[in-house]
Nanobody, 115 residues
Framework: QVQLVESGGGLVQTGGSLRLSCAAS????????MGWYRQASGKQRELVAR???????NYADSVKGRFTISRDNAKNTVYLYMNSLKPEDTAVYYC?????????WGKGTLVTVSS
């Protein structure tokens, strides 16, 4: 089993910044990918950004140039740096870790961007 603990959500004004963190513990595999997804009220969960264990990344078009994903493999932690936040970024952000064919999810952290 893998446990994921997210932190860093909160309330921020339009144009502000936040950093989300997600720490993994438990049965950790070296080969994995980690990512951030979000779900706004009344909408489906969508990919925000993900990063492989080798460091390759991909982003949703809506966050390119504003968000940056990174990871610290020694700490089994993934980060999401969010800049130039917009009200449409308001959502619950979930961390996901994929390894050995299994997906693990965190409980989510709420990000609210006020206009």
């Amino acid at each position: 089993q893998v446990q994921l603990v997210e932190s860093g959500g909160g309330l921020v004004q339009t144009g502000g910044s936040l950093r989300l963190s997600c720490a993994a513990s438990g049965r950790i595999f070296i080969i994995n990918s980690m990512g951030w997804y979000r779900q706004a009220s009344g909408k489906q969960r969508e990919l925000v950004a993900r990063i492989s264990s080798s460091g390759s990344t991909n982003y949703a078009d809506s966050v390119k140039g504003r968000f940056t994903i990174s990871r610290d493999n020694a700490k089994n932690t993934v980060y999401l740096y969010m800049n130039s936040l917009k009200p449409e970024d308001t959502a619950v952000y979930y961390c996901r870790r994929s390894q050995d064919g299994i997906d693990y999810w965190g409980k989510g952290t709420l990000v609210t961007v006020s206009s």
